[in-house]
């Protein structure tokens, strides 16, 4: 028997890099889409789900696992938002569409199947948006369908600065829309560095504060200035849509941010309602 490393692609899909684009021009994040190479239906998948994906670069066959953006009802590709987390240019980044690829099953419990509570609150730093992406993709598309859906479902997303905000437009669209009833509250940590800060239209401080503060629940501390809303938010009208005993809270990001949001849900009824998943 050989003793030679199996090569991951072998148990995987043949796939192609069909199109790749920088997300608000920012060099750092991407958005990719990926199709298998027969030109076939993708894995299927549930919303929140994630999968790896192979390629080769300078010699390597590189694997890194991406959250499926997309909704289960696109079947025709695969969409992943990803940052290049040490600004390396490597990655996805590197690979110019049409590039050959991999993927593999998707796998993940970072679903909607996870929680039976009929008010979900998604809070997600960075590109731990992907996974809430699908989700909201296809509530809308439950929506449609005349299929039950949340009675509610609060988004909030943090990132540094406004351009960080990936798909900012489409949510918005989707809050004003209200295919389901759907709150995105758009968060900036550092707005001071941000010069097109508009702090009519975002929430100045971290997400996992300003959700803490919604839901009544203590800081989580990472940050002791706290957190300023928009004039025309109401924190406490948004609380009042998510009862502490039928409401998932739904984390993904930085793991600092999973594990002090974590420990400020301590003791209360909302940890026992907590679906969160670590990246790294
Ligand atoms: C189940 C799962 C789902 C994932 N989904 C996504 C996704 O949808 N989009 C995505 O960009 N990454 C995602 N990741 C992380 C991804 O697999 C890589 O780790 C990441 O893209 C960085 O790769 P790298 O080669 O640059 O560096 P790595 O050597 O993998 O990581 C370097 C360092 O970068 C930091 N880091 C890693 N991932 C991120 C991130 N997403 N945001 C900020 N900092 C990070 C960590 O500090 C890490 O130690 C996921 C990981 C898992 C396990």
């Known amino acids: 028997m050989s003793d030679a490393p199996k090569d991951p692609r072998d148990k ?25 190479a027969d030109g076939g239906a993708v894995p299927e998948f549930l919303a929140g789900q994630a999968t790896s994906v192979a390629f080769e670069q300078d010699g390597e066959i590189l694997t890194r696992w991406y959250s499926v953006a997309s909704p289960p009802e696109q079947r025709h590709a695969l969409d992943f938002l990803v940052v290049d987390a040490k600004g390396s240019g490597k990655g996805l980044f590197a690979l110019e569409a049409g590039a050959p690829l991999w993927f593999g099953s998707c796998v993940g419990k970072l679903t909607l199947e996870r929680s039976d509570c009929r008010h979900l609150v998604l809070l997600g730093t960075g590109t731990g948006l992907a996974p809430y992406l699908s989700m909201l993709r296809h509530l809308k598309a439950q929506a449609a369908a005349g299929q039950p859906v949340p009675v509610a479902v609060a988004l909030f997303h943090g990132a540094r600065r406004g ?24 968060c900036v940590s550092r707005p001071g560095e941000d010069p097109d800060f508009d702090p009519a239209r975002t929430t100045a401080g971290r997400a996992d504060e300003a959700a803490a503060r919604v839901l009544g629940l203590p800081s989580p501390g990472q940050d002791p200035r706290g957190v300023s809303f928009p004039a025309v938010f109401e924190p406490a009208a948004l609380a009042a849509l998510l009862p502490e005993d039928d409401t998932a809270i739904y984390l993904c990001g930085n793991p600092k941010m999973i594990d002090a949001f974590d420990a400020a849900c301590a003791g209360t009824p909302r940890q026992e309602r907590l679906v969160f998943e670590r990246w790294w």
């Open 163 to 186: 351009a960080e905000l990936a798909f900012r437009d489409e949510l918005e669209a989707l809050a004003k829309e209200q295919p389901f009833r759907f709150l995105y509250v758009p």
């Open 12 to 36: 995987m899909t043949a796939g192609v890099l069909a199109e790749s684009r920088l997300v608000n021009g920012l060099p750092g994040l991407g958005a990719f889409r990926v199709k298998a």
